[in-house]
């Protein structure tokens, strides 16, 4: 189960209601104790075993984190989509933050080259020092990979895994999307086959779930892999940069939960800006053209952000004023499926399919509340 919380999304610049991008995604394991969908026994759950992924830092970020319940000591790592300021000026800032705040754990930063200078530059002009290791992994060294490899994998536990794969956007500069997929495996006991062969409860069964061969007492031998069923769960989430192409995530989409794509503008108003400037490169997306590729690829569920400050907060079709509305019914009039227009603290659960259980849930993506009101 993968949660998300909007930290910020505001195109550009910030407004009164909206900060500029960044998104934390935290990787919850369903069959720990605690943690149950749609409950916010979710809350309950050990901060040690919530770690958590940002996509994107823009200015301000750390402070945003303060309204939540996130800690910089579980962050597991970082991603930027682009080097464009309103992405990525946080990052020094929250690198410091968790610096003071007593964190010594490794931290991988997935991003452009040009962040590594960046961070490079302050750290010598401003003698910033951090005590922990940044495991830096340039976005351009794993694209260039031959094959399958531009996926990263982080270890959360020995039945907890991440991949993050990486996809190159069209923007004025190289931007890019991330795959989340996360991945749990869990060993399930077929106790009635252990009853029908005579096998009474005992600490063999625990061995038997735990992966162990075990002898009874009465010499039989027992074989894990016949009495244990291993179950998958994966949850896959598409977070993209900034874009005017949707179609370049054709391939990144299939059997995602979830597309979290920017929606700069409407279509009139990307069109209006075009017929001002025909050689002008549109940069970003309007919720039409998302909205189309949405329905192209039939994806159930997906949640625009990064919203021009020329769109007001409320939700109103009938005003002259440009506001949600306005985004909403764009995407809307193309697209049939689950739509989300995300706001500052916005929380959603996505919660994937196992292997053993049949596709029976249309809609895995929940809004549970904001994080504020936590």
């Not at 800690?71 to 309103?86: F, K, M, N, R």
């Not at 002009?125 to 490899?149: K, N, R, S």
């Not at 991945?183 to 992966?211: E, F, Y």
């Not at 979830?258 to 009139?268: F, G, I, P, S």
Request: hydrophobic content about 40%; charged content about 20%.
């Amino acid at each position: 189960m993968l949660k998300l919380t909007f930290l910020g999304t505001s195109a550009g610049v910030p407004t009164k209601q909206r900060n500029v991008t960044a998104l934390a995604i935290e990787c919850l394991n369903p069959h720990t104790s605690g943690v149950q969908q749609g409950s916010r026994q979710q809350n309950n759950q050990s901060k040690k075993s919530r770690p958590w992924v940002l996509i994107d830092c823009g200015e301000g970020t750390q402070q945003q984190l303060l309204h939540t319940k996130l800690s910089l000591h579980q962050l597991a790592a970082i991603c930027i989509t682009h080097v464009h300021g309103d992405h990525c000026y946080g990052l020094p800032g929250l690198l410091a933050s968790a610096a003071m705040s007593g964190r010594r754990e490794p931290l991988t930063l997935i991003a452009p080259k040009a962040i590594a200078t960046l961070l490079d530059a302050i750290t010598a002009t401003t003698e910033l020092y951090l005590p922990f290791a940044l495991d830096f992994i340039a976005i351009e060294e794993v694209l260039a990979e031959q094959g399958d490899t531009n996926k990263v994998n982080i270890s959360l536990s020995d039945q907890h895994q991440l991949d993050i794969d990486i996809t190159l956007l069209s923007h004025r500069v190289a931007s890019h999307a991330f795959g989340i997929t996360q991945t749990i495996s869990r060993r399930i006991l077929n106790t009635d086959k252990l009853v029908a062969d005579g096998i009474p409860a005992s600490a063999l069964w625990g061995k038997l779930q735990q992966g162990e061969d075990v002898t009874t007492e009465d010499n039989r031998q027992l074989h894990s892999v016949d009495y244990v069923d291993n179950e998958i769960q994966r949850t896959r989430i598409v977070v993209a940069g900034d874009n005017d192409t949707p179609n370049l995530l054709s391939e990144a989409v299939v059997d995602a939960d979830l597309l979290v794509h920017e929606a700069t503008y409407t279509h009139e108003v990307m069109m209006a800006i075009q017929a001002r400037n025909p050689d002008y490169d549109p940069m970003h997306s309007s919720a039409n053209v998302v909205g189309i590729f949405a329905q192209k690829m039939k994806l159930k569920n997906i949640i625009l952000t990064h919203f021009s400050a020329r769109y007001q907060n409320f939700d109103n079709p009938d005003s002259e004023t440009p506001n949600m509305a306005y985004i909403r019914l764009d995407a809307q009039s193309v697209y049939q499926g689950n739509l989300w227009l995300a706001e500052d603290f916005a929380q959603y659960t996505v919660d994937g399919a196992t292997d053993l259980a049949d596709d029976r849930v249309d809609n895995r993506v929940q809004y549970i509340g904001s994080a504020r009101s936590d």
